[in-house]
């Protein structure tokens, strides 16, 4: 007689392995609420949006199984793959580039990593090389070293003669807006709590005024945690400190969008907004200081969408964003310059 008191592991394994369908679903599909939930409030939604990527192709991989074993919880993933319909733009674009475009400005961003290559070898005349065979007329640039300054910048970019920096003072990195434009009324936004900040300038354009902003968000300081976590002993305490050093630059960078926000919707004039966000397009400060500007990869964009190089190429977390009503983009592309840790974003932005 069979004893109906022994365990039945497949059943256990079945129920834990719907638990996890279900669960998986759920956590996916919540990723929308990074965009609208200040981290400040709760931060677990910006670690959903940063890990949405993975989330996903476990999804798929869940999917693929599930109607291999032809079970019912296959709408588990599909649902969380439907429920992410926002996502799937800010990775595949496919607008035909336009040829011969007379676009006024020609503009870039570009994260330059202190200028700084393999053994400390400057990357600055090769930068501005490659800027000006691709006749870029505008340029947004990141971690500028501290002590450089802008005549330093004028030598090397000779067909940039206009050129404001933040002026690091010797302790931090600065933010440089170089352009064959008039450049005026400059002024730089500083965050109490860190030393990042964004840079304001109003440009002169065929008689029109243009208000460019540079802007370097708090820092994730992955490539700081990254050494304890891979060789300090104790890993649980590592991993621990990790994920709170990250979790807090999620709400810094909440506290700078938030004041950001408010400057940019006194500007009297169109705006070009662009930079290390240092977030994905699914996150609260994407979306807050988009706002009702439009996305240039989402305009003009042709292909997959990333910035930055590492982590298998799967997030852009440099902008290009613009006023809509004002400006248009066209030809939104990415270099392919191993000069930092980052790409420099092109952008042909014509006025309306």
């Known amino acids: 007689m069979k004893n ?13 392995g719907k638990a996890v369908y279900v669960l998986l679903m759920i956590v996916t599909s919540l990723s929308f609420l990074a965009l609208y939930v200040s981290p400040e409030t709760i931060v677990l939604f910006q670690w959903i949006g940063v890990v949405l990527p993975v989330l996903l192709l476990c999804n798929l991989l869940f999917l ?78 990141q971690e500028v070293p501290a002590d450089l300054t802008e005549a330093d910048l004028k030598r090397v970019f000779k067909d940039m003669p206009h050129i404001v920096t933040t002026k690091g003072g010797g302790k931090h990195f600065q933010l440089a807006i170089l352009s064959k434009y008039p450049l005026d ?23 029109e005024k243009v208000r460019i902003v540079n802007c370097h ?48 919707d006194r500007s009297p004039y ?44 799967l997030f852009r977390i440099d902008f290009v964003l613009y006023s809509g009503t004002k400006l248009k983009a066209a030809n939104y592309r990415t270099g392919a310059l191993d000069y930092s840790d980052h790409l420099p974003v092109l952008v042909d932005i014509g006025l309306n």
């Open 64 to 141: 693929i199984i599930g109607l291999y074993k032809r079970s019912w919880y296959s709408i588990c993933p599909i649902i969380a793959i439907l429920a992410n319909y926002h996502y799937y733009p800010h990775k595949f674009q496919m607008h035909r580039p336009e040829e011969g475009n007379l676009a006024e400005i020609k503009f870039a961003t570009y994260n330059v990593h202190e200028f700084k290559m393999s053994y400390n070898i400057s990357s600055m005349e090769h930068i501005a090389d490659y800027f000006s065979t691709n006749q870029v007329n505008t340029i947004c640039l």
């Open 185 to 207: 009324s400059i002024s730089t936004i500083s965050f109490p709590e860190r030393p990042n900040c964004a840079l304001f300038a109003d440009m002169m354009v065929n008689n």
């Open 217 to 264: 968000l708090q820092t994730t300081n992955w490539n700081q945690v990254k050494g304890t976590l891979l060789y300090e002993e104790e890993t649980g305490a590592s991993w621990t400190d990790a994920l709170g050093i990250i979790s807090s630059n999620f709400k810094f960078r909440g506290r700078q969008v938030d004041s950001l926000r408010s400057i940019l």
């Open 4 to 16: 109906i008191t022994e365990p039945q592991p497949v059943r256990i394994r079945a129920t834990i």
């Open 270 to 313: 169109p705006l070009i907004v662009s930079g290390d966000f240092n977030n994905t397009p699914v996150s609260y400060g994407y979306k807050t200081i988009k706002g009702e500007l439009k996305d240039a990869y989402l305009e003009a964009g042709n292909g997959y969408g990333y910035s930055y190089r590492y982590f298998m190429k």
